[in-house]
């Protein structure tokens, strides 16, 4: 299953809402991941389950969607947010990525 | 606290095999499957395999099926890919990384290693 990512990049600034989506090449359920990747830094888990928020992650990040199309929205930037982002699909093996998108501070 | 720590990366030439270890604690290491995934310098991350919190059910990415093996001790709390006839493609930062959930993967992985570097070269 491909996932594709858009955009592959994105300035914004501090305080502004952003949204990147996810789509998949076939039905996946609600089985979405959304991770964060700071430079040089593991992954980590913002969302599962499409719109599940992990136990830790601000409520300023919020996801959506079910079947071939998702999203990601964080409501108002804050600085620690200027990282890259990646959706993963869990519906079934071998599991895959989307090409990630990296959000700048513009 | 929940931590898992991999070694094992290096320099090796082509061809040649490697082996990778995880070593998990803070949770219940026999309870979870786990996964490795990696990275290439500068892309994306790219899932390579999982293994089930038995060590019974394995899965992998077909670029690296029949040369990649993951296994598990739970006895030890660790977790092993060993890697044979490598490529310069399987260059990348090699993690370890745990599922959320003891009812399997579709909760993604909640905890990730540090990460262990692996360069392919002659």
């Known amino acids: 299953i491909q996932l594709t990512q858009s955009p592959s990049s994105l300035s914004a600034s501090v305080g502004d809402r952003v949204t990147i989506t996810c789509r998949a090449s076939q039905g996946i359920s609600s089985y979405l991941a959304w991770y964060q990747q700071e430079p040089g830094k593991a992954p980590k888990l913002l969302i599962y389950d499409a719109s599940t928020l992990q136990s830790g992650v601000p409520s300023r990040f919020s996801g959506s969607g079910s079947g071939t199309d998702f999203t990601l929205t964080i409501s108002s930037l804050q600085p620690e947010d200027f990282a890259t982002y990646y959706c993963?699909?869990?519906?079934?093996?071998?599991?895959?990525f989307g090409q990630g998108t990296r959000l700048e501070i513009k | 606290q929940v931590q898992l720590v991999e070694s094992g990366g290096g320099v090796v030439q082509p061809g040649r095999s490697l082996r990778l270890s995880c070593a998990a604690s803070g949770f219940t290491f026999s309870s979870y499957g786990m996964h490795w995934v990696r990275q290439a310098p500068g892309k994306g991350l790219e899932w390579v395999a999982v293994?089930?919190?038995?060590?019974?059910?394995?899965a992998y990415a077909d670029s690296v099926k029949g040369r990649f093996t993951i296994s598990r001790d739970n006895s030890k709390n660790t977790l092993d890919l060993q890697m044979n006839s490598l490529r310069a493609e399987d260059t990348a930062v090699f993690y370890c990384a745990k599922e959320s959930s003891v009812t399997g993967t579709r909760d993604g992985m909640d905890v990730w290693g540090q990460g262990t570097t692996v360069t392919v070269s002659s």
């Open positions: 993963q699909q869990l519906n079934s093996y071998p599991l895959t």
């Open positions: 293994i089930s919190y038995d060590g019974s059910s394995k």
